[in-house]
């Protein structure tokens, strides 16, 4: 899959919906390649064009004991080994300008902006500046409508690859709640709209300084997403989320991953059976 085929299938929202899914972060080589091959199995399984998510460091914990990464350039090494041998796009978090070219620098396709970041003018014109996709994920604090001025910061500096993708929105201090209209609203300013499942369902600011989850609750966001438009998903995944280094409380066990994507893709085809008829 190249990443011409992305743009096409979401700006043309036909055929399958989009896969970005990952662990939270790099926590080693093995584990890293381990969830990308299952991955990639079943997504060409399936027909899905899938994007490799992990984070070489995640600078927005809550303790400061937190694991946030095993460096920078080790992490990003395993990245562009990983899209190297398996074959497959990138996709990782950058937090400052300077990161921008250091990610891109290792053949990552697409330059993610975290969610508390979205509105970090020099962040945003850093990543336009490289030429890479950019999928800015809404902040928590934002109404949809105000996501266009992020992607004007980054098509105003000349590039126009863009992604948006929703991540829920913060209900009172420790949870989250999905606004399923901020899904058409986005897609009005042409850019692809992926829905963020698994980070929709944490429950932030908790006493204990690390965010829980509700991932019984990720098939029933990724359905509505698909019947509500989106052209990707994005989930986070790992084999054992109770072991996981970051964020394992609201990510998807990697062996329910098949089971709920076939359903998905039964659920993306009806839709797109919908819109037929609404076209006649």
Do not use: W
Request: net charge negative.
């Amino acid at each position: 899959m190249i990443l011409e085929d992305i743009e096409f299938i979401n700006r043309g929202n036909e055929g399958s919906f989009f896969l970005i899914a990952g662990p939270c972060v790099v926590e080693n080589e093995e584990i890293t390649f381990e969830i990308a091959s299952k991955l990639k199995s079943i997504t060409n399984k399936l027909s899905i064009p899938f994007i490799f998510k992990a984070s070489y460091r995640k600078a927005n914990r809550s303790k400061g004991d937190s694991f946030a990464g095993l460096g920078d350039i080790k992490a990003l090494e395993i990245l562009e080994k990983v899209k190297r041998e398996l074959e497959l796009p990138i996709i990782t978090d950058i937090h400052n300008a300077p990161e921008a070219a250091m990610a891109a620098s290792f053949n990552v396709d697409i330059l993610q902006i975290p969610a508390f970041l979205c509105r970090q003018t020099d962040l945003l014109e850093a990543a336009a500046k490289t030429g890479k996709y950019v999928n800015i994920k809404k902040g928590q604090f934002l109404s949809p409508e105000s996501m266009k001025f992020a992607a004007d910061k980054v098509k105003n500096n000349g590039n126009d690859r863009i992604i948006l993708t929703e991540r829920g929105s913060q209900f009172g201090y420790t949870d989250l709640i999905v606004d399923f209209r901020s899904i058409p609203i986005m897609k009005e300013f042409g850019y692809p709209v992926v829905m963020d499942v698994t980070h929709s369902l944490q429950e932030p600011n908790q006493s204990t300084g690390v965010s829980g989850g509700k991932p019984q609750m990720i098939s029933t966001i990724a359905r509505a997403a698909i019947a509500a438009g989106v052209d990707g998903l994005f989930m986070e995944t790992h084999p054992d989320p109770q072991k996981a280094l970051s964020d394992g409380a609201n990510m998807l066990k990697l062996d329910y991953m098949e089971q709920l994507l076939e359903q998905l893709t039964l659920i993306k085809q009806a839709v797109g059976k919908a819109q037929l008829l609404e076209k006649k």
